[in-house]
């Protein structure tokens, strides 16, 4: 295995139950971060251990949110799903994916946040997986069940779920270091190799084929421990099971053909080829994605950095949905693609989604979320829409089961895995931040030397990122730091002192000699911009937040009598108070930006929005509301357009909100 040399061979983190056991005299023991094993292919960035990094400021409340929201409570709320009948509890009720979805989110929340309750409550799940797998190395439920209504008894022998909880039980062993998984790997992945013939990835559902990527990358990842040669013959056979991204991207039409391809299979599958190009690093595969993402932008892109895929592609008019499981989903895909190639493209896309789509869609209970999204949303009703997938109307409404209990699941590792991902070591040494939240990551650096280094920021709100290094002696080593694409010219201090200015979309290195309590600024200036959309609308962009209309909201409680089972007992409908059909205007470049004194400490929310937009804009009467949406969006510029008087908008950024229009018409002055 190739490794760093600094580090030693032993892998451990913060949390590994024998450091309860060291005398003071003892040192802690220092982590290993495995690069790539040959023959793979190097990659630059290296994960480090689950509870290395710990958020700060607003980033951290997203995680106390979960914390006592769903993801920490999910059993509670849940338990027709969540409770002891759960098949990966070893009980008669839900055999499939629900379970590990969960654990897949709760496991890095507990373990970041270093709760021992949810620790505790995390470890039943982990302990059923590796103390009943089979003499054949078979793992998970094995007995289907009859039809129960809210629950997935059968395909209990699907690939599919096991693909989800080999990426629990990674985290797992990132975090403790329990070699119990390894064994249990080591046996399943020869389980694979030896079935996979007869019983491939598509042989129970298609979800499997579509999303071998997921199991690829654990193999990978075992290999770098082990070296077991074996594993790369699975590699081949998993690879080629698999749904054929590269060429889909490269060679058909998928991506610009309505109901060709599943929403979320595409934000998992968008990894595999990269994935893939470790063992065969071959540019065919980095092409494939650059070109996959540039067609879904074109054909099916969304002003929030998803696409229209309710459930299947459905295009990039801007009242299509997006489902909520495409966006973790597809923030997982851009953190894996992003260690291995370092690519600025998939940092900034990965920060489109977790500052816009994401906390959008999800209330700041961390209970209540929408099934899909809109990027023009006037209307949070129940109500048949024109998506290729209706679940009795419920998809817009905000709830715990509204749409389908996938996102109720899924929606959990969303903020975790950002958090886990703000940080690498790199493969000379050093340390990276790649991508920008408040927080403190503890890591080993040249000549295995502890440090710590502090991001005190308000970003994506605020344009400055001060990083505070704390080692106990002088050490050199490179410092990573990405300067997003949107940004001109970044401009970086050390110690109050200008050491470099660099324009955007490339990654740049300090290389110098560290001392306590050295400071770094990076200073990201923002600039407003637009981006085109459909029928020529545009969007209202500053840095990497979307910005969009304001529009004042009427909640509602509803309280389901008519299919509670399915959709839960209550959710909340939301229509706007306010009006909403406003296009911009032609060649108006004038916005008057106004910030609040201090970032609330959640500021994803209309009343704590930290950043607001003026700017002048005329409604058009004859766009109106069309079932329950807003009407066919107008086109860019429509001649002799019957249009109101100018009038003053305000814009807040797209996280903030949960009724808007973020696509606009414009109209001449």
Same mark, same amino acid.
């Given at each position: 295995?190739?490794?760093?040399?600094?580090?030693?061979?032993?892998?451990?983190?913060?949390?590994?139950?024998?450091?309860?056991?060291? *005398?003071?005299?003892?040192?802690?023991?220092?982590?290993?971060?495995?690069?790539?094993?040959?023959?793979?292919?190097?990659?630059?960035?290296?994960?480090?251990?689950?509870?290395?990094?710990?958020?700060?400021? =607003?980033?951290?409340?997203?995680?106390?949110?979960?914390?006592?929201?769903?993801?920490?409570?999910?059993?509670?709320?849940?338990?027709?799903?969540?409770?002891?009948?759960?098949?990966?509890?070893?009980?008669?009720? &839900?055999?499939?994916?629900?379970?590990?979805?969960?654990?897949?989110?709760?496991?890095?929340?507990?373990?970041?946040?270093?709760?021992?309750?949810?620790?505790?409550?995390?470890?039943?799940?982990?302990?059923?997986?590796?103390?009943?797998?089979?003499?054949?190395?078979?793992?998970?439920?094995?007995?289907?069940? #009859?039809?129960?209504?809210?629950?997935?008894?059968?395909?209990?022998?699907? =690939? =599919?779920?096991?693909?989800?909880?080999?990426?629990?039980?990674?985290?797992?062993?990132?975090?403790?270091?329990?070699?119990?998984?390894?064994?249990?790997?080591?046996?399943?992945?020869?389980?694979?190799?030896?079935?996979?013939?007869?019983?491939?990835?598509?042989?129970?559902?298609?979800?499997?084929?579509?999303?071998?990527?997921?199991?690829?990358?654990?193999?990978? =990842?075992?290999?770098?421990?082990?070296?077991?040669?074996?594993?790369?013959?699975?590699?081949?056979?998993?690879?080629?099971?698999?749904?054929?991204?590269?060429?889909?991207?490269?060679?058909? &039409?998928?991506?610009?053909?309505?109901?060709?391809?599943?929403?979320?299979?595409?934000?998992?599958?968008?990894?595999?080829?990269?994935?893939?190009?470790?063992?065969?690093?071959?540019?065919?595969?980095?092409?494939?994605?650059?070109?996959?993402?540039?067609?879904?932008?074109?054909?099916?892109?969304?002003?929030?950095?998803?696409?229209?895929?309710?459930?299947?592609?459905?295009?990039?008019?801007? *009242?299509?949905?997006?489902?909520?499981?495409?966006?973790?989903?597809?923030?997982?895909?851009?953190?894996?693609?992003?260690?291995?190639?370092?690519?600025?493209?998939?940092?900034?896309?990965?920060?489109?989604?977790?500052?816009?789509?994401?906390?959008?869609?999800?209330?700041?209970?961390?209970?209540?979320?929408?099934?899909?999204?809109?990027?023009?949303?006037?209307?949070?009703?129940?109500?048949?829409?024109?998506?290729?997938?209706?679940?009795?109307?419920?998809?817009?409404?905000?709830?715990?089961?509204?749409?389908?209990?996938?996102?109720?699941?899924?929606?959990?590792?969303?903020?975790?895995?950002?958090?886990?991902?703000?940080?690498?070591? *790199?493969?000379?040494?050093?340390?990276?931040?790649?991508?920008?939240?408040?927080?403190?990551?503890?890591?080993?650096?040249?000549?295995?030397?502890?440090?710590? $280094?502090?991001?005190?920021?308000?970003?994506?709100?605020?344009?400055? $990122?001060?990083?505070?290094?704390? *080692?106990?002696?002088?050490?050199?080593?490179?410092?990573?730091?990405?300067? #997003?694409?949107?940004?001109?010219?970044?401009? $970086?201090?050390?110690?109050?002192?200008?050491?470099?200015?660099?324009?955007?979309?490339?990654?740049?290195?300090?290389?110098?000699?560290?001392?306590?309590?050295?400071?770094?600024?990076?200073?990201? #200036?923002?600039?407003?911009?637009?981006?085109?959309?459909?029928?020529?609308?545009?969007?209202?962009?500053?840095?990497?937040?979307?910005?969009?209309?304001?529009?004042?909201?009427?909640?509602?409680?509803?309280?389901?009598?008519?299919?509670?089972?399915?959709?839960?007992?209550?959710?909340?409908?939301?229509?706007?108070?306010?009006?909403?059909?406003?296009?911009?205007?032609? &060649?108006?470049?004038?916005?008057?930006?106004?910030?609040?004194?201090?970032?609330?400490?959640?500021?994803?929310?209309?009343?704590?929005?930290?950043?607001?937009?003026?700017?002048?804009?005329?409604?058009?009467?004859?766009?109106?509301?069309?079932?329950?949406?807003?009407?066919?969006?107008?086109?860019?510029?429509?001649?002799?357009?019957?249009?109101?008087?100018?009038?003053?908008?305000?814009?807040? #950024?797209?996280?903030?909100?949960?009724?808007?229009?973020?696509?606009?018409?414009?109209?001449?002055?």
């Amino acid at each position: 295995m190739k490794k760093i040399a600094l580090f030693s061979t032993v892998l451990i983190s913060l949390s590994f139950p024998v450091l309860a056991q060291r *005398t003071k005299k003892q040192a802690e023991p220092v982590p290993t971060y495995y690069a790539n094993r040959l023959p793979l292919h190097q990659k630059p960035y290296l994960e480090l251990p689950l509870g290395s990094i710990s958020p700060a400021g =607003w980033l951290r409340t997203m995680l106390e949110n979960q914390r006592d929201g769903a993801t920490g409570q999910l059993d509670k709320l849940y338990p027709l799903v969540m409770n002891h009948r759960n098949g990966w509890l070893g009980g008669d009720g &839900d055999q499939w994916e629900r379970g590990p979805y969960w654990i897949d989110g709760l496991l890095p929340l507990a373990y970041i946040l270093k709760d021992e309750a949810l620790i505790k409550k995390v470890q039943p799940w982990v302990e059923w997986s590796i103390n009943h797998q089979h003499p054949d190395g078979y793992f998970g439920p094995s007995t289907d069940y #009859p039809y129960e209504p809210g629950i997935q008894r059968d395909n209990s022998r699907d =690939w =599919w779920p096991k693909m989800v909880m080999l990426k629990v039980l990674k985290q797992y062993y990132d975090a403790t270091g329990d070699k119990r998984v390894i064994t249990l790997m080591t046996k399943y992945f020869r389980y694979q190799l030896k079935e996979l013939p007869s019983k491939p990835l598509g042989h129970w559902t298609f979800w499997a084929e579509w999303r071998g990527g997921d199991n690829l990358q654990v193999v990978y =990842w075992l290999y770098n421990i082990t070296g077991d040669q074996f594993l790369l013959d699975l590699a081949e056979l998993i690879h080629k099971q698999t749904f054929n991204f590269t060429n889909a991207f490269l060679h058909t &039409d998928m991506l610009w053909t309505p109901g060709s391809a599943h929403g979320v299979n595409l934000a998992q599958g968008f990894k595999e080829p990269v994935i893939y190009y470790q063992q065969h690093p071959e540019a065919k595969y980095l092409e494939a994605v650059k070109k996959g993402f540039a067609d879904l932008r074109r054909f099916n892109g969304m002003a929030h950095g998803l696409y229209g895929a309710d459930e299947a592609l459905h295009g990039n008019v801007p *009242t299509q949905g997006s489902e909520l499981c495409t966006a973790v989903e597809m923030m997982y895909s851009l953190e894996s693609m992003l260690a291995i190639t370092g690519d600025v493209d998939f940092a900034d896309h990965l920060e489109k989604i977790a500052f816009n789509a994401l906390p959008s869609q999800i209330f700041e209970n961390f209970i209540d979320h929408q099934y899909f999204q809109q990027a023009n949303q006037v209307m949070a009703t129940r109500h048949i829409r024109n998506f290729q997938v209706n679940h009795h109307g419920t998809d817009l409404c905000y709830g715990l089961l509204s749409g389908y209990p996938c996102c109720t699941s899924n929606m959990h590792q969303g903020w975790p895995k950002f958090t886990q991902n703000l940080w690498y070591a *790199t493969i000379d040494s050093g340390v990276a931040a790649l991508v920008y939240a408040p927080s403190e990551v503890k890591i080993y650096v040249a000549n295995q030397q502890p440090v710590t $280094i502090k991001e005190e920021t308000n970003y994506p709100f605020e344009e400055s $990122i001060n990083f505070t290094i704390n *080692t106990n002696k002088k050490v050199s080593f490179p410092f990573h730091l990405r300067i #997003p694409k949107w940004c001109k010219k970044a401009n $970086i201090k050390v110690n109050g002192e200008t050491v470099m200015e660099a324009a955007g979309n490339k990654i740049v290195q300090l290389n110098r000699e560290w001392k306590k309590g050295d400071r770094v600024t990076l200073e990201l #200036p923002m600039h407003i911009y637009n981006d085109t959309w459909s029928e020529n609308s545009l969007s209202v962009q500053r840095g990497p937040l979307t910005y969009a209309l304001k529009i004042d909201e009427k909640i509602e409680k509803v309280h389901n009598t008519k299919d509670p089972i399915d959709y839960g007992d209550t959710y909340y409908e939301i229509r706007p108070a306010s009006p909403w059909n406003y296009a911009l205007i032609r &060649d108006n470049n004038k916005f008057d930006l106004e910030k609040k004194a201090a970032v609330a400490r959640y500021p994803w929310s209309i009343e704590n929005a930290p950043l607001i937009l003026k700017t002048k804009a005329k409604r058009i009467p004859s766009w109106g509301l069309y079932n329950e949406m807003a009407g066919p969006l107008p086109f860019s510029t429509t001649y002799q357009m019957e249009v109101g008087q100018e009038e003053e908008i305000t814009l807040i #950024p797209y996280g903030c909100t949960r009724l808007r229009i973020s696509q606009f018409p414009v109209v001449d002055k």
